[in-house]
C-alpha cells in the first residue's frame, strides 16, 4: 500500500495490464534465460537481475528519515533476489536529485543504503546521477541462486501455501509515518517495520537446499495481489485461510476486511516471502517464523473465513500503480 492509495477492487490492475502488454510485445528472452514474469529476471550466465525504483511522493516523503529510505530502497531490490532463492551480490544505484535537495539528506541516505549493504553482503559497483524534477532512486541488483532460481510459476495442486514472518506492519508503519503520530515504542516499531523490512536470505537458503520449494514470492503488492501472481503463472487455484494469516497483535475486528486483516491482504510492502511447498515444513526455518496458510487447488481462488467463503470484492487489493 503506497501514500494515499485507495485499494482497487479489480481483480487486474492496470499496472499489471501494461507489464502483460510489454511481454505479449517484446516476447521472450532472446538470448536465452527468464524473463518477465517473475521477481527477477534469471539471465543464461546463472545470474538473477533485478530493478527497483523509489519515487518522492509515490514510495517516500523527503520529510520522513532518509537513512530509512536509503535503506529500504536497496531491501526491496534484495528481496527480489531472494524470493528467487539466491543470494544478492552486486547492485547498482541511480539518483535522480532536485537543486533544492540538501547534501545533508543525500548522505543521510547513502548511510542506509551502506546499511543495507553491510547486512545482506552487497557490493555497490556504479549507477547515476542526474538532476531531475522529481526526487528518486533506482536499484538494480544482481545475485546468484543458491541452487536452481524458484518460478512463480512451479506451484502444484496440494502444495501448502506459506508465509513467512508477519503480514500488515508495514502498512501501520506507513500509515503511522503519513499521520505523523507521537514516537511511542509501539509507533517506533511499525515504522521501522516499513523502512528497514527484512531480506529473508538466510531461510531462503535453508527452504531450498533442505526442502521442496515449487513456487515463491515476495509479498511487496499485498498478500492477495502477490498470491494471484503465483496463480496465474502456474496455472492454478488455491484456498486461503484468513485467520491462519500471521498479523499483529492487537484489536481484531471481527470481519476479514477490518484491522488487521486488511493490513495483511492488501497493505503489501512486507518483503516476506509467500512460497508453496509439498512438504510439511517446521514453524521456523533459518530462525524465521513460517506460517501455513491454505492450499494449491486445480482451480478457483477462495477466501476463508472460519471456513466460510467470501465474496472477493469485498476483500482489499493490494497496490497499483495506475
Known amino acids: 500500500m503506497k501514500m494515499g492509495e485507495k485499494i482497487p477492487s479489480s481483480y487486474e490492475s492496470r499496472e499489471f495490464l501494461w507489464i502483460r502488454r ?24 546463472g545470474l538473477l537481475w533485478t530493478t527497483d525504483a523509489m519515487v518522492e511522493g509515490v ?15 536497496l531491501a526491496s531490490s534484495a528481496s527480489d533476489i531472494v524470493a528467487m532463492g539466491g543470494f544478492p551480490l552486486y547492485a547498482l544505484l541511480t539518483t535522480g536529485l ?33 538532476r531531475s524534477d522529481a526526487l528518486f532512486f533506482s536499484v ?13 510459476s512451479g506451484a502444484q495442486v496440494g502444495d501448502t501455501i506459506y508465509v513467512s514472518g508477519m503480514l500488515g506492519t508495514s502498512a501501520l508503519g506507513l500509515e503511522t509515518l503519513l499521520r505523523q503520530e507521537p514516537k511511542g515504542k509501539e509507533q517506533s516499531s511499525l515504522v521501522r517495520a516499513h523502512l528497514y523490512p527484512p531480506c529473508r536470505i538466510m ?15 515476495d509479498c511487496s503488492d499485498g498478500f492477495v495481489a502477490d498470491l494471484d501472481h503465483i496463480a496465474d503463472e502456474s496455472g492454478v487455484g488455491y484456498e486461503i485461510e484468513i485467520t491462519k494469516l500471521p498479523v499483529p497483535e492487537g484489536p481484531r475486528e471481527d470481519v476479514p476486511w477490518g484491522i488487521p486483516w486488511r493490513y ?29 496458510v491454505g492450499k494449491i487447488v486445480p482451480q478457483g481462488r477462495t477466501l476463508l473465513w472460519q471456513g466460510h467463503p467470501i465474496e472477493r470484492e469485498k476483500i482489499p487489493r493490494g497496490y497499483t500503480h495506475f
Open 98 to 130: 532536485p537543486s533544492s535537495f540538501q547534501e545533508k539528506m543525500y548522505a543521510t541516505f547513502l548511510h542506509g543504503f551502506q546499511r543495507a549493504m553491510q547486512d545482506f553482503g552487497i557490493a555497490l559497483m556504479g549507477g547515476d546521477t542526474v
Open 22 to 45: 510489454i511481454r505479449e510485445t517484446m516476447g521472450e528472452a532472446r538470448h536465452g534465460g527468464i524473463g518477465i514474469g517473475d521477481d527477477a529476471a534469471f539471465l543464461p550466465e
Open 140 to 152: 538494480t541488483v544482481l545475485g546468484k541462486p543458491f541452487s536452481k532460481p524458484l518460478l512463480r
Open 59 to 73: 514510495h517516500f516523503l523527503s520529510s520522513w528519515p532518509m537513512d530509512g529510505v536509503g535503506y529500504k530502497s
Open 264 to 292: 495483511a491482504l492488501g497493505g503489501g510492502e512486507d518483503y516476506e516471502i509467500i512460497f508453496t511447498s509439498p512438504d510439511n515444513l517446521p514453524s521456523r526455518v533459518g530462525g524465521v517464523a513460517v506460517t501455513p
Open 203 to 217: 531461510m531462503m537458503q535453508e527452504l531450498v537446499v533442505s526442502y521442496t520449494i515449487t513456487a515463491a514470492i
